[in-house]
């Protein structure tokens, strides 16, 4: 005998669409999901535009910026369908400067005698023990030399808070093996494609897969996502309540307006999402999570080459920023032949004066510490464009990492997911954001489907 669902009452859960908080890369994943899945949603975007941070902005001169040298994988392009409309980037790398120099980043600094003593002497007394914080975690692996002159005040620089106060698990966002660091390195050599490293952690990193930019900017990976979805997508419609009851999310509110919803898929900054839940304690301790705030001054230069290499980190408390990104050495396109743009990043809090100094005065301040690597930096300089966003990377503080890993597992309500960058509080580049989210919905689908068969 074959036992039959109550398809009614499937059918009337069914009905009620799920709400999808935010439509940049995450949402519109999901999205796509759940459309392909044949189930009901509204997507409800807060900006008058889709893509959130995958965003890229053009000057009428001609130079394109992005947050930091913003690219994605091949892999993902094909993924979605827009590899065909993808330029290849052929080379990034990273250096380091310190005491007047710059040296490679792995392997340059591997040279220096006592980083590599010291690296030797962690290596061979072994990681065992327990890291009590970020400090103990890089030490161990590390050696002190690199982990005190480099990764520690990089880190602090980049999150705002100290070492000691940092959990460990910062460590995770790093790449992997020097075995696979090597290995990938020769592997952009050989094929002259920037090879991807330390940007996947969901799927393997390997030979066959490298870096692109799309040819209209990044946020065309979201206008693909996004196509043949705009009876579902509300713009200008930013979500101020997710209402729970008896555990479940029942409905969302933008302005007076209530939506009854099967479903939240939420990609707003995790401690917003705290905030916008009522009806439920479930969330209270996501709310103190912590974002660093980045500025990011993006100065247009005439020449090119400036920095020996894509990315430059300045690990030295004299200088007030932390990184300088020349990403026309890897992407040309970015700006007019014959010119190029500096990126440097400033982690700074709001409260903090250099948050609300002038764009004339940042660029100043800027121009003043870069004398240091191009002495004619003045001389070169043609004009800048200054981005801020109080939201850029998430701060894995001590304080709250137990409540932070048990909402990696779950937001604790059934029927709400948190996905994204901002939305896991993860620092996770596009490949897996989109490779989450895609697992995630799915599994709300079926766990969905299962209790709207048990009702
Ligand atoms: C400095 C920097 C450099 C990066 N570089 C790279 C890179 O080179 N390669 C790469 O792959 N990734 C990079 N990333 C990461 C990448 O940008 C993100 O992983 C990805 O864009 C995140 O997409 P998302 O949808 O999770 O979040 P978002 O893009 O932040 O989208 C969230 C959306 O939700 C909306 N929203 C928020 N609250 C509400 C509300 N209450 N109601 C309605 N809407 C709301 C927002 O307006 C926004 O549009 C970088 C990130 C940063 C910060």
Known sequence: MTIKPPLKRIEAKEKLPVAIIGG?????????????AGRPFILFEAADKLAGLAVSFKDEEGFSYDFGAHFITNRLADEVGIGSECLTVKSYGERVWLGGKSYSYPFGLMAVPRMSVSGLRAKLGGSNGEDR??????????????????ALPLIEAWSGAGADELAP????????SILKTLYLKAAAKITRRAVGCGYSRELSENAGV???YPKNGVSEICTKLAEGLADHIK?????????????????VRSGDKEFPVSAVISTAPANILAKLVTGTDALKEVANFRFRPMIFVNLKLS????????VMWLPEKKFSFFRLTEATLSMPWLAPAGKTIITVDIGAEKTDPVWSISDDELVEMCLDGMAELIPNVRELYLGHNVLKTPISYPVFLKDYEEARRRFERSTGIDNLLSIGRNGEFAHIFMEDVFVR????????ISKEAAVAIDA
């Open 24 to 36: 940049g890369l995450a949402g519109l994943t999901a999205a796509r999901t759940l459309h392909d």
């Open 133 to 150: 914080n970020a400090r103990d975690w890089f030490s161990r692996r590390y050696g002190n030399a690199l982990a005190e002159e480099i």
């Open 169 to 176: 698990s910062v460590g995770d966002s790093l790449p992997g």
């Open 210 to 212: 490298y870096h692109v």
């Open 235 to 251: 713009l200008k419609t930013p979500i101020s309540e997710i209402h729970v009851e008896n555990g479940r999310v029942v409905s």
């Open 303 to 310: 020449g090119r080459g400036h920095l020996p290499d894509t």
């Open 437 to 444: 989210t895609r697992r995630k919905v799915t599994e709300l």
